[in-house]
């Protein structure tokens, strides 16, 4: 559905990397976990997809982060509290797909947004939050608030874990019992760290992440390669099961 928004609030969370809220009701008592929110970014004709970081039905509020890495996330970084944004969401399918209780929640740098709402419907959740080096670290405490454990790694051990996300998901899946692993973050991590879940014979969904064009399913520019053929991100995903991705693709 498209929504006119307004614009709660806007938080840094590094310097690169922000927080907004929206007051967005009927957005927010729509939204499923692993969902997108489609926005129109003023000064640009195509919207942006972001991934639902958190809802508050009762508020009418929802909230999604992201990091500054083109011109148009750079014009978001720049609304004011109080502008409009034109949303379209909640878009696709999420984690419905997700059956066992106990799940591992895996994601890398800007890949661990959706997961903290999908955390929130999980019975038992662990966080496993991946980073490049510490100044990356984002959303460590709002986690630790809906998680019953969290894990911190960066690749240069400046914080947590030394080493990549498929190394923490290998040690924690033989440490602990897991039912469901769901990953967001770069391909080649989901491809690692979905093969390590298989292999221990996990179910494992990961959120992908294409370029959008219309959001809506028409233009194919999200188009992805499955094993069941061809998919859109926007409408058939974001969440795919991770038995059906062609990594190769």
């Known amino acids: 559905m498209l929504e006119d928004t307004k614009v709660v609030s806007l938080t840094p969370l590094n310097d690169t990397t922000y927080s907004l809220i929206l007051s967005a009701p009927e957005i927010a008592k729509a939204a499923r976990a692993g969902q997108l929110a489609h926005v129109s970014v003023p000064g ?10 958190d809802a508050d039905a009762k508020e009418g509020t929802i909230r999604l982060c992201f990091e500054v890495r083109g011109d148009g996330t750079e014009a978001l970084a720049r609304v004011k509290v109080g502008d409009t944004l034109s949303v379209n969401g909640a878009v696709g399918y999420g984690f419905e797909r997700i059956k066992g209780r106990r799940v591992l929640f895996v994601g890398g740098g800007i890949g661990i947004f959706p997961l903290l709402y999908a955390a929130r419907f999980a019975g038992e959740s662990t966080a496993a939050l991946c980073f490049r080096d510490k100044s990356r670290v984002v959303l460590a405490q709002d986690f630790a608030k809906i998680c019953k454990e969290i894990f911190l790694a960066t690749d240069d051990g400046s914080l947590g874990f030394h080493g990549y996300a498929a190394d923490l998901v290998r040690e924690l899946i033989a440490e602990h019992e897991y039912d469901d692993v769901c990953v967001c973050g770069p ?39 499955t094993m069941l053929g061809q998919k859109r991100v926007c409408i058939d995903g974001p969440v795919f099961d991770a038995k059906e991705v062609r990594w190769d693709a």
């Open 44 to 53: 640009f004709l195509l919207r942006r997809p972001f991934g639902i970081c």
């Open 187 to 225: 391909k080649i991590m989901m491809q690692t760290v979905s093969e390590v879940a298989l292999a221990a014979g996990l179910d494992c969904y990961v959120s992908l992440e294409e370029r959008m064009g219309c959001g809506v399913g028409a233009c194919l520019a999200c188009v992805c390669q």
